[in-house]
T-cell receptor, first 116, second 115 residues
Framework: EAQVTQNPRYLITVTGKKLTVTCSQNMNHEYMSWYRQDPGLGLRQIYY???????DKGDVPEGYKVSRKEKRNFPLILESPSPNQTSLYFCASSTPRGGTNTDTQYFGPGTRLTVL | AQSVTQLDSHVSVSEGTPVLLRCNYSSSYSPSLFWYVQHPNKGLQLLLKYTSAATLVKGINGFEAEFKKSETSFHLTKPSAHMSDAAEYFCVVSLTTDSWGKLQFGAGTQVVVTP
């Protein structure tokens, strides 16, 4: 089954304690992205990756790091989380570049993060 | 610079009546445009995607959208609303020439369907 998995699904942590949210896809997609969703703001892209070792900033990259060492995995790292990073996070993967109207983007189930 | 604006934050329709969700974009080139749906406590699902092919794009669940360059619009429509269409809808523009790179989401339109 084609899917994007995220772990953990729920996380409560404290300010300054480093954490990693994992994202994995089983569709051999080149593109992967991280988004955060906040009430009234819609989704905002944090980082995206076009392929292994190729990443770029989205709209709100401050306070986040990513890495893409393998095609299937795209972890999101918060080195020193702060309360303003409390949010719902989504990972997504997409079919290869140059897609037609039939290609699509798959989203993970989301990770709800609370930073106290 | 590219951006996307959803003109209505909330839309209420009766079951069986048409749905219209409005989206305007600004772009220095012909962008890729998308509509996504998010049902309560669920992830996002792509409804349809425009990538400079046919200007009328048909998506899943009976939705379609028309790309109008002269009006810089990409409105989403459905002829007859169903209760299961109650959800939040996002219009999205690609900020790069490759469709799946940097994406910017609109603020969303919450759709309520009444019996």
């Amino acid at each position: 089954e084609a899917q994007v998995t995220q772990n953990p699904r729920y996380l409560i942590t404290v300010t300054g304690k480093k954490l990693t949210v994992t994202c994995s896809q089983n569709m051999n997609h080149e593109y992967m992205s991280w988004y955060r969703q906040d009430p009234g703001l819609g989704l905002r892209q944090i980082y995206y990756s076009m392929n292994v070792e190729v990443t770029d900033k989205g709209d709100v990259p401050e306070g986040y790091k990513v890495s893409r060492k393998e095609k299937r995995n795209f972890p999101l790292i918060l080195e020193s989380p702060s309360p303003n990073q409390t949010s719902l996070y989504f990972c997504a993967s997409s079919t290869p570049r140059g897609g037609t109207n039939t290609d699509t983007q798959y989203f993970g189930p989301g990770t709800r993060l609370t930073v106290l | 610079a590219q951006s996307v604006t959803q003109l209505d934050s909330h839309v209420s329709v009766s079951e069986g009546t048409p749905v219209l969700l409005r989206c305007n974009y600004s772009s220095s080139y012909s962008p890729s445009l998308f509509w996504y749906v998010q049902h309560p406590n669920k992830g996002l699902q792509l409804l349809l995607k425009y990538t400079s092919a046919a200007t009328l794009v048909k998506g899943i669940n009976g939705f379609e959208a028309e790309f109008k360059k002269s009006e810089t619009s990409f409105h989403l429509t459905k002829p007859s609303a169903h209760m299961s269409d109650a959800a939040e809808y996002f219009c999205v523009v690609s900020l790069t020439t490759d469709s799946w790179g940097k994406l910017q989401f609109g603020a969303g339109t919450q759709v309520v369907v009444t019996p």
